[in-house]
Every structure is written in structure tokens, then in C-alpha cells.
Nanobody, 124 residues
């Protein structure tokens, strides 16, 4: 069974940084694409970043390019999202999603597994 557990969320002032973690279990990590999505109050869930575990390629939505970095640790079966220069509009619940043999995607419909999420709040 695929399990994804997010952690690392919290309250931070604008301009600050947070690092989110997504601990994965129940599947062969190398064969998956892992994505970070977020959902702000009253808004649809949107793709933020994705990493293809087979070749290490990464993808970002335009609003976070240059500020967020997605990476993975093969030994720990964990994917990270380093978030720098945070803005109040980054406030959302952040989710980790996984899909087998997916090249990568920022569209939630392409993913079959999702964690419970972690809250990120950025104050002005």
C-alpha cells in the first residue's frame, strides 16, 4: 500500500523559509513521480512542483520558480520541498502525491496517491 506522510509545515513570516518533507512507503520509490500540490482556502488544488525519480528531472509552476526547490533522498525514501522567500499567497495546505511510471505532471488527475497534507501559513 502506497503511503505518503507530509511534515514540516508551520507559521512563518513573509520572506522566510520552510522545508516540507514527504516520507514515502509501500512502493519502489525509483519508479514514481512525486509531486507537491497546494490548496488555499476557497481555491482549487494546484500543482507546485514535481520530480521524476527515474531521471531526476524537475518541474515547477511559474509562481514558485526561483523560490522553491524539490529534491529527493533515495536512502530515506523522502521528497523535500524547500520553500524560500515565502509570500502570504503561498499560504495553503500542501500535499504530496505519487504516481507509478509517470514522467511528471502538475495536474492532480495524473496522480493516484495522496498524503494528508501539512499546513503552511505565511504572515505579512
Amino acid at each position: 500500500e502506497v503511503q505518503l506522510v507530509e511534515s514540516g509545515g508551520g507559521l512563518v513570516q513573509a520572506g522566510g523559509s520552510l522545508r516540507l518533507s514527504c516520507a514515502a512507503s509501500g512502493f519502489t520509490f525509483d519508479d514514481y513521480a512525486i509531486g507537491w500540490f497546494r490548496q488555499a482556502p476557497g481555491k482549487e488544488r494546484e500543482g507546485v512542483a514535481c520530480i521524476n525519480r527515474s531521471d531526476g528531472s524537475t518541474y515547477y509552476t511559474d509562481s514558485v520558480k526561483g523560490r522553491f526547490t524539490i529534491s529527493s533522498d533515495n536512502v530515506k525514501n523522502t521528497v523535500y520541498l524547500q520553500m524560500n522567500s515565502l509570500k502570504p499567497e503561498d499560504t495553503a495546505v500542501y500535499y504530496c502525491l505519487a504516481e507509478f511510471r509517470l514522467v511528471c505532471s502538475l495536474d492532480e488527475v495524473d496522480f493516484g496517491s495522496r498524503g494528508q497534507g501539512t499546513q503552511v501559513t505565511v504572515s505579512p
